[in-house]
């Protein structure tokens, strides 16, 4: 064939730039707008793709939360970020109570939709909103008056304590938004409403990022409230999102439609759900907890370094919230095929969302290395938080490509309501293994918070090769719930 024919042969068969970008837009348009539905059937890449777009969003939206409070606090003092990190470390006890409820109603949620039975998808997620507030009220009770004693079991002075109190009893008195925000996400996820999810984290995020330079500094009517501001505007935010999320419960936008009679104890429906958002709540807890062993840690080594570990893990929760947005794709898939009598479609979700997801996170490992002192740079002006901040960066990022692997098939166990394998995977990598080498790396080698950081690195890849290795056994397509 003449090399010209050949050239025109070649034009005919590929697509202009532009017909491929507005291809690419109309996906992301459909994915946001959420008009897919049904994700047992047609294509697995264009599932994930629909579901994860939504996610990564809502993730994004989560993330923004940390990164914009602690951007403001930052410029209030060093103790104020220490307070925010410190007390970060105890309230994500209720993240992980949060999100092992959420696990189960995206799990019981997500079985009832590949099955067809909407009734019963709306009557789990009542019960599940039950479990969940009445848990919050009596974390709300003790948080708020032990909150100076948290503070200082966490080694903060009696300066920091003065200075951050307000915040740490506004944070757990309003535990509740932060309960409902995550498990009526949980259960839109399950459903397979990922745009409602997103749009919540969005009114939450907007109203978050005009509230706290107001409510910090007191601009105009305002009061000036310090570090607690942050607080104070990041409830608000979560609240009226919460407020949004029921709205769309209560109306019936989406696939879940609370009616009255769907707000009757279930007890039997309600122990299903406690055991399977149990091992989820343990599962994330031992994760949680030893993020508290470890700042006990790293806060032998003064505020600067606190400071700036604080900063880098901020930068790190913003683009692994993203990723767990692909996870929690994997989660849906494997929920709504399983209820579909459809495992082996479930495994192929699981198994490419994995890779997409490590192509994500080795791209912003390679950013954070590359770019450490600039993003720190950002948020503060101090050389010795600048330079813990720096170093922890550029360490943990090193497992970036196990987490994507890691944080993917962990969730695809849940998705499936096998939450005690991860459970077991997260007790021996975060306590038999990351705090031990954390504390001898750190203070009996005298690496200091290298030697944490180092810890974390080397956890996360080993959970990561017990997790496929486990999934690859199959045992999970089998659990009924």
């Not at 699981?350 to 192509?359: E, I």
Request: net charge positive.
């Amino acid at each position: 064939m003449p090399p010209a024919c050949q050239v025109t042969r070649m034009a005919k068969k590929s697509p202009e730039p532009r017909i491929i970008m507005s291809k690419v837009f109309r996906v992301i348009k459909a994915a946001i707008q959420g008009k897919e539905k049904n994700f047992t059937s047609g294509s697995i890449n264009r599932a994930i793709v629909y579901l994860s777009i939504p996610m990564i969003l809502e993730m994004i939206m989560e993330s923004l939360f940390a990164v914009v409070d602690v951007f403001f606090v930052s410029q209030v003092s060093v103790d104020a970020v220490s307070t925010v990190g410190l007390t970060e470390s105890v309230i994500t006890l209720v993240y992980s109570i949060a999100i092992g409820l959420s696990m189960a109603a995206t799990a019981i949620v997500a079985r009832r939709v590949g099955e067809k039975n909407a009734e019963g998808a709306s009557h789990s997620a009542v019960q599940a909103i039950l479990i969940g507030v009445s848990i919050s009220v009596i974390i709300g009770i003790a948080g708020f008056i032990f909150a100076a004693d948290i503070l200082r079991l966490m080694g903060g002075s009696e300066e920091l304590i003065a200075e951050g109190v307000g915040y740490t009893q506004v944070a757990f008195a309003t535990n509740v938004v932060i309960m409902l925000l995550f498990l009526l996400n949980g259960i839109f996820r399950g459903a397979g409403d990922a745009s409602l999810a997103m749009a919540s984290l969005w009114v939450a995020n907007i109203i978050n990022i005009i509230l706290d330079p107001l409510f910090i500094f007191g601009i105009g009517p305002f009061p000036e409230l310090g570090v607690m501001g942050a607080a104070v505007a990041t409830s608000i935010g979560r609240g009226l999102g919460v407020v949004f999320q029921l709205v769309i419960l209560f109306r019936g936008w989406g696939i879940i439609k609370v009616l009255a009679r769907h707000w009757k104890p279930n007890w039997e429906l309600i122990k299903k759900m406690v055991k399977i958002g149990s091992s989820g709540t343990m599962q994330f807890l031992i994760s949680s907890a030893s993020w508290i062993f470890l700042m006990r840690i790293i806060a032998i080594f003064g505020s600067e370094a606190i400071a700036g570990y604080t900063i880098s893990i901020r930068l790190i929760i913003f683009t692994i919230l993203p990723a767990w947005g692909l996870a929690n794709a994997a989660a849906t898939l494997v929920g709504q095929n399983l209820g579909a009598g459809q495992p082996e479609r479930a495994e192929q979700s699981v198994w490419k969302a994995a890779f997409y997801n490590m192509l994500f996170l080795l791209s912003v490992s390679i950013v954070f290395f590359a770019f450490a002192e600039s993003l720190m740079g950002f948020f503060t002006d101090v050389p010795a938080v600048i330079n813990a901040g720096v170093l922890s960066l550029r360490i943990i990022c090193v497992g970036y490509v196990f987490f994507a692997y890691g944080m993917v098939i962990s969730q695809a166990f849940n998705g499936a309501g096998d939450t005690r394998t991860p459970m077991f995977i997260n007790l021996f990598c975060f306590w038999l293994l990351e705090i031990p080498l954390s504390y001898f790396l750190s203070v009996t080698l005298d690496m200091g918070l290298a030697g944490v950081c180092w810890a974390i690195a080397g956890a996360e890849t080993v959970l990561a090769i017990l997790a496929v290795i486990i999934f690859r056994k199959g045992k999970w397509k089998k659990i009924s719930i």
